[in-house]
């Protein structure tokens, strides 16, 4: 026994103004709450059951506004908006607090040897790979050597920035030692997107007009998606890997701290988890999850076959840019 949808309720309608750094923050604290992480399997596939019925327009007698938003809450932290698999849990941006906080606060903490350095920042670039990689715009297939390449060359980069910088920083005054992971993380961000989501650059991304019919495939689309997304991460990251280090340096002069070293790196951990609860839902509302861009900015082939069969009636084409 299945009952209507309450009149006038639309599941994938966005709950706030997505046109707004605001709204957007609001809608990303709601999908990146890391409480999801711990939300057992089957009460996931319940979820996207409610959310596929209440599309189709029915749900289970008595279910509020309420259960079908968390259920739409947890559909979103755990499914892919294009293809609506499952994604790994590693992968899901409600895992980028928990798994964040202990990679940056790690690599905070044992950047003064080269062997740290390096283990440290080839962890992280697995855990970016598996990120990108389950984050990007899934209407683009991506082949295993081509995931492989991706990952060598986002971690070789990584290592070069990291190891090059760490040498480079022996003499440099002690606060600038600690600015090496940032600048190794950012560096590879520039290199692991792109690389994770080259069929997108390759062969373009599905562009539609406002009501969602599909216009063709863009490669500037995809240029204008990932760029978005690196400046996103890149900011993820900042505040914590630049704040950070500037507040332990004070704390490590204090003689308490000195007496509880061992407790350094659970300390750096936390502080780090504090700051991407914050920068990962801020990070991700930069920029519209839905991009557009202006006709006029796509390839000379796509912009004139648009023209011929819709005239000037679209005057953007839109996307979904990944995360």
């Not at 964040?100 to 003064?112: D, E, I, K, S, V």
């Not at 340096?249 to 951990?269: A, D, N, S, T, Y």
Request: charged content about 15%.
């Amino acid at each position: 026994e299945m009952a209507t949808v309450p009149l006038g309720f639309n599941i994938d309608a966005p709950r706030w103004d997505q046109n707004t750094f605001v709204g957007r923050l609001k809608h990303f604290l709601n999908i990146t709450d890391p409480r999801t992480v711990l939300v057992p399997e089957e009460e996931l596939d319940r979820a996207k059951t409610l959310v596929e019925g209440c599309r189709a327009g029915l749900v289970p007698p008595g279910s509020s506004q309420e259960q079908l938003l968390y259920a739409k809450k947890l559909y979103d932290s755990a499914f892919h908006p294009d293809s609506g698999e499952k994604m790994n849990l590693i992968g899901r941006m409600s895992f980028q607090v928990p798994g964040g906080m202990a990679l940056t606060g790690c690599m905070l903490q044992f950047y003064r040897t080269v062997p740290a350095v390096v283990f440290w920042q080839w962890v992280n670039q697995s855990f970016n790979a598996i990120v990108n990689y389950t984050n990007r715009n899934a209407a683009s297939p991506i082949s295993l050597r081509q995931i492989g390449v991706a990952y060598v060359t986002a971690t070789g980069t990584a290592l070069a920035t990291a190891v090059g910088l760490n040498l480079y920083t022996k003499r440099a005054p002690p606060l600038l030692a600690r600015w090496v992971p940032f600048a190794a993380v950012a560096a590879a961000n520039c290199v692991n997107i792109p690389m994770m989501r080259q069929q997108e650059i390759i062969n373009g991304v599905t562009v539609t007009d406002a009501d969602n019919n599909e216009l063709g495939c863009s490669r500037r689309a995809a240029v204008k998606g990932i760029a978005q997304v690196v400046v996103s991460r890149i900011t993820m990251a900042a505040p914590g890997m630049i704040i950070l280090p500037i507040i332990m340096e004070r704390l490590e002069k204090f003689p308490f701290m000195q007496r509880i070293r061992v407790l350094h790196g659970p300390l750096q951990v936390l502080l780090c988890g504090g700051f991407l609860l914050f920068m990962v839902p801020a990070a991700c509302a930069l920029f519209p999850q839905r991009c557009s861009l202006a006709l006029t900015d796509l390839e000379q082939e796509l912009h004139d076959s648009i023209v011929a069969k819709h005239g000037d009636k679209v005057p953007y084409v839109y996307f979904n840019k990944g995360l």
